[in-house]
């Protein structure tokens, strides 16, 4: 698997790292939603009815579920340099730019077993902060891909490019993370961006067939 090797600017990370500010609206609701199930919960249990007792017990533990979740959302946020040392360094571009931001298509390999043969798909994201790139179409934006999926799936189902960008301020670390990308990648995602509105509209991230792509990534 392709990683980049780099330390990543923290600062500047929780300024425009958009991951992190979503993790941060998990907690602040999580933090709510907590609340709420305990008043509700104590409410029930003033009630006394063996009905309302049993309700109370279901708002408790969910009430339980959002705290373990808002304090899992700041560890996460906090663990930045494993997010970029262990995930997989990948291609995207700007496809589109939009008037509060630009859309993203990666190409990314959905095969969790590497040893089987790959599956390329295009993933497109949309994101508001871009240090360090053009808004322009065509612009090289390497990330990595944070992947998620079930235990019995062969594919990742999850996939949220995030830009080297937003862990590093350094133009070289950004030109070594397109370097280490191999042009073969960069050509095709070029060339597929014409695909970016159906990436971003499918409910499954567009897989590409083998004649669409070039011997070397066959």
């Given at each position: 698997?392709?990683?980049?090797?780099?330390?990543?600017?923290?600062?500047?990370?929780?300024?425009?790292?958009?991951?992190?500010?979503?993790?941060?609206?998990?907690?602040?609701?999580?933090?709510?939603?907590?609340?709420?199930?305990?008043?509700?919960?104590?409410?029930?249990?003033?009630?006394?009815?063996?009905?309302?007792?049993?309700?109370?017990?279901?708002?408790?533990?969910?009430?339980?579920?959002?705290v373990y979740a808002g304090i899992m959302a700041p560890?996460?946020?906090?663990?930045?340099?494993?997010?970029?040392?262990?995930h997989e360094l990948v291609p995207a571009v700007v496809?589109?730019?939009?008037?509060?931001?630009?859309?993203?298509?990666?190409?990314?390999?959905?095969?969790?077993?590497?040893?089987?043969?790959?599956?390329?798909?295009?993933?497109?994201?949309?994101?508001?902060?871009?240090?360090?790139?053009?808004?322009?179409?065509?612009?090289?934006?390497?990330?990595?891909?944070?992947?998620?999926?079930?235990?019995?799936?062969?594919?990742?189902?999850?996939?949220?490019?995030v830009p080297i960008a937003w862990g590093a301020r350094?133009?070289?670390?950004?030109?070594?993370?397109?370097?280490?990308?191999?042009?073969?990648?960069?050509?095709?995602?070029?060339?597929?961006?014409?695909?970016?509105?159906?990436?971003?509209?499918?409910?499954?991230?567009?897989?590409?067939?083998?004649?669409?792509?070039?011997?070397?990534?066959?």
């Amino acid at each position: 698997m392709r990683t980049l090797d780099f330390l990543v600017d923290i600062p500047h990370a929780r300024r425009v790292n958009e991951m992190l500010a979503d993790l941060r609206r998990v907690q602040v609701s999580a933090g709510i939603f907590a609340a709420v199930f305990v008043g509700a919960a104590i409410g029930l249990f003033v009630v006394g009815e063996t009905w309302a007792i049993v309700l109370a017990v279901v708002l408790l533990l969910a009430a339980a579920g959002c705290v373990y979740a808002g304090i899992m959302a700041p560890r996460r946020a906090a663990d930045l340099h494993s997010m970029y040392s262990e995930h997989e360094l990948v291609p995207a571009v700007v496809a589109a730019v939009r008037p509060r931001g630009v859309t993203l298509l990666a190409l990314v390999n959905l095969t969790r077993d590497r040893s089987q043969p790959a599956t390329w798909a295009l993933v497109a994201s949309r994101v508001q902060n871009l240090p360090g790139h053009r808004r322009k179409v065509g612009e090289r934006v390497p990330c990595v891909a944070v992947t998620s999926a079930s235990k019995q799936s062969a594919l990742w189902q999850q996939v949220r490019p995030v830009p080297i960008a937003w862990g590093a301020r350094d133009e070289d670390v950004l030109s070594r993370a397109i370097r280490a990308i191999r042009h073969v990648e960069w050509d095709l995602l070029s060339k597929s961006i014409k695909r970016t509105e159906e990436a971003e509209q499918s409910r499954q991230y567009p897989i590409l067939k083998p004649k669409e792509l070039p011997p070397e990534l066959r």
